[in-house]
């Protein structure tokens, strides 16, 4: 039962939404195509479907229940269509969002969700499925793992989708399911929106002294940018020494402002506008305007728990964990207080050191009697980055000039060519893009007869007006055998420092490991050799399991002779002097103490709001009151402001997958250090010793996917299961 929607059945020439014979024609959508595109393939899905479920009740159990080839791949087949193009559609509004994709997006939302549950919900299905399963039998062949896998995984989702809900509480699923996807959208939309509105003009140029040439130019070309229309200069007339500057929210701007202006006040109102995007405690300067996302946080809360019950879970964070490696709420909590048992004596000291070279350093203002109780949280990343500086004789400008995007991205490709036995090639022109600054690649496999075997595109600066923050991989195209897609593509996004004139794009040591993060992912999902799309790649992996690959990427990073393979000075193509690097691979500890308290904050605070926290008690607990008693627990030694709104911008927990999940980074840390550990048993300079664990890693980690669970995974890999030992000495701890 082949999908008749992108082809043929309704006009796939006048709608590019419709035309799915390659790759996106990004260049001709435009918002008033998605809702006619939505309808004509949810109305096929169905018609499918039905016809699906019809042969599963006519024909006999044997041949429709135990045939895996009459389900699963068909149910590939009929999903297509309307994934490819959700897929394409939600991929736009995270990138090119403006008004009226907004619109249709939303308005298709909750057609889309109604739909993708009516096949969830099918109680035929499940049966056949649950037939399908109990007949197969246990095998070491992977066609047949991943077969299984994905019969399971189906099942798993069925069960937690609401296949087992009857009446009132199926109905109220469904509302709950569709008006979550709602919130979710409203919510970033409003992260978005509430990041663009804010600016500071700066005409003073004292306030400039001591900070970077490269930040001025961001924030002198910023203002250019948005008073263009009111003046005659061109961008060369620009002068970032002179200014005006125009500092932002957007995450190249602010980090450079908060570690590098001077003026307590200035850094104050930054923070304070950053901690308080989306809330109630935003000063918002357009009228008749609402982005509070507390409201929104309170309902998600609760549909989330209500939604919990019907499933006969206790809470969220039961239901989340119901398909990932971790077994219980308590099973996260003794790993993140195993580590911060280590992380926190250390994360004092650090915050101590820092307050007083602050003192010592910085004037009346920092002292003892103007500030009895220590820094603020807006002097912290000031004054960590003036200490730095100070103990290791190296200044993040120092090290722009050699790292420049394309050949960091260049000295990756190398890296990922020599030990995972693959080539990666531009390919600008063989796809169409929806931003001139997006750069496509062919990925071919040089271990086999040099085939095409994956593509990804590459979104990698900053684009405030419309492209959210932060960095992520996504998927474009699945590998899949019944869909006949054999060339899996991926997303790569990134929001790095944009050319400035002859300059070309100068990336931080920190956008640097992020797009090597990025790529991890990337590969993941683009080396598999699954062929059943819903375990192929990233799918059907444990959440808790998916950072493996890109954290595993990270540790590349300090790695000598895969630094000098892309950090050379952009003008003269010297070399990074080697005592730069030694610093470099010296700051990987940093102030370890802090990052790993902050990121075990952030996880048990996520796993507190879904666990324990009753979004409808009559004690008059708040969220925030939630992030103050965890702070205490685990950031007790830098406690948030009472005007804190951090949670109204948590993203990765309210309008991301990583709900109960924002642990993942650490428990997937554990692997990806371990994973790492047996290229330096065999020594990192043992090129053909590396080569061989590179293929093991490929083979297993980045070609199994979803296909056979994680855990086995990694034995396959490692020969063994992880343990933190080298997580915690990576990271300075042990």
Not at 74 to 103: C, I, M
Request: contains cysteine; glycine residues 6%; proline residues 5%.
């Amino acid at each position: 039962m082949a999908s008749s929607v992108a082809s043929n059945a309704i006009g796939a020439p006048s709608n590019p939404f419709l035309d799915q014979a390659g790759l996106p024609k990004f260049s001709k959508f435009e918002p008033q195509y998605l809702l006619p595109a939505i309808d004509a393939q949810i109305d096929q899905m169905r018609a499918e479907f039905k016809s699906l479920e019809g042969s599963l009740v006519s024909s006999p159990k044997e041949e429709a229940c135990e045939n895996y080839d009459s389900i699963v791949p068909e149910l590939e087949r009929l999903q297509f269509p309307l994934s490819y193009t959700w897929g394409v559609a939600g991929h736009l509004n995270a990138v090119k969002n403006g008004d009226e994709l907004r619109q249709a997006y939303e308005r298709a939302q909750p057609m889309v969700v109604k739909a993708f549950s009516e096949l969830s919900q099918s109680r035929v299905l499940f049966d056949s499925l649950t037939h399908l399963k109990e007949s197969m039998e246990t095998s070491h062949d992977f066609r047949e793992q991943q077969r299984r896998r994905a019969v399971e995984k189906s099942l798993k989702e069925m069960k937690l989708g609401g296949v087992g809900l009857d009446g009132e509480n199926k109905e109220r699923f469904n509302q709950i399911k569709i008006r979550l996807s709602e919130i979710s959208t409203k919510f970033s939309n409003n992260v978005l929106d509430s990041t663009k509105a804010f600016s500071l003009t700066i005409h003073d140029a004292q306030k400039m002294v001591g900070v970077p040439s490269s930040a001025k130019n961001i924030w002198a070309q910023a203002y250019f940018a948005k008073n263009a229309s009111a003046t005659t200069s061109t961008s060369k007339e620009v002068d970032p020494d002179k200014g005006p500057w125009l500092v932002t929210l957007d995450g190249p701007s602010y980090i450079a402002a908060m570690q590098h202006i001077n003026d307590r006040a200035i850094r104050e109102q930054l923070y304070r506008a950053y901690l308080t995007r989306a809330s109630d405690m935003e000063n918002i300067q357009e009228t008749n305007t609402s982005r509070n996302n507390v409201p929104l946080i309170q309902e998600i809360l609760t549909l989330r728990l209500e939604a919990a019950k019907l499933l006969g879970f206790q809470n969220h964070a039961e239901q989340s964990l119901a398909s990932k490696m971790a077994t219980s709420v308590n099973a996260v909590k003794e790993l993140s207080d195993l580590i911060a048992a280590k992380a926190l004596p250390m994360a004092y000291a650090e915050l101590d050191t820092i307050t007083s070279y602050a003192r010592e350093h910085g004037g009346a203002e920092y002292s003892v009697e103007s500030m009895p109780n220590g820094l603020m949280p807006w002097d912290i990343t000031f004054w960590s980055e003036r200490y730095k500086e100070n103990k290791f004789s190296l200044k993040e400008e120092d090290l722009l000039p050699y790292f420049s995007f394309e050949a960091v991205l260049s000295g990756l490709f190398s890296l990922v060519e020599r030990i995972f036995g693959i080539e990666v090639k531009p390919a600008d022109g063989d796809a169409d893009v929806w931003n001139k600054d997006v750069r496509f690649f062919h990925i071919y496999d040089k271990e086999g007869n040099g085939e095409h075997i994956a593509s990804f595109y590459l979104d990698p600066y900053s684009r405030p007006a419309d492209k959210r923050g932060g960095a992520w991989m996504d998927v474009c195209i699945n590998k899949s055998e019944a869909c006949g897609r054999n060339v899996p593509v991926a997303y790569l996004t990134c929001n790095g420092r944009n050319p400035v004139g002859d300059v070309p794009s100068l990336m931080s040591f920190n956008e640097v490991t992020t797009l090597a993060h990025e790529l991890g992912h990337g590969l993941q999902h683009m080396l598999t050799k699954a062929t059943v799309g819903d375990v192929a790649g990233i799918n059907g992996v444990e959440w808790d399991a998916v950072e493996l690959p890109s954290q595993f990427m990270e540790n590349w990073c300090y790695h000598k002779p895969t630094v000098y393979g892309f950090a050379k000075h952009y003008k003269t193509n010297e070399p990074l002097p080697e005592e730069m690097f030694n610093k470099l691979k010296l700051q990987k500890t940093f102030n370890a103490g802090m990052m790993t308290m902050r990121q075990i904050y952030f996880g048990q605070m996520d796993m507190e709001l879904h666990s324990s926290y009753d979004p409808g008690n009559d004690k008059g607990e708040t969220i925030f009151d939630v992030q103050h008693r965890v702070a205490k627990m685990y950031s007790p030694h830098l406690l948030p402001m009472e005007w804190d709104r951090f949670l109204c911008s948590f993203s990765h927990i309210f309008a991301g997958g990583y709900s109960a999940g924002y642990y993942s980074y650490l428990w997937a840390e554990v692997m990806s250090a371990d994973a790492f550990c047996a290229f330096e048993d065999v020594g990192l300079d043992k090129e053909d010793e590396v080569q061989k664990v590179g293929r093991s890693f490929r083979d297993t980690v980045l070609s199994l996917g979803g296909g056979v669970h994680p855990s086995d995974v990694y034995r396959r890999f490692r020969g063994r299961d992880p343990t933190p030992e080298a997580l915690l000495r990576h990271k300075g701890l042990s």
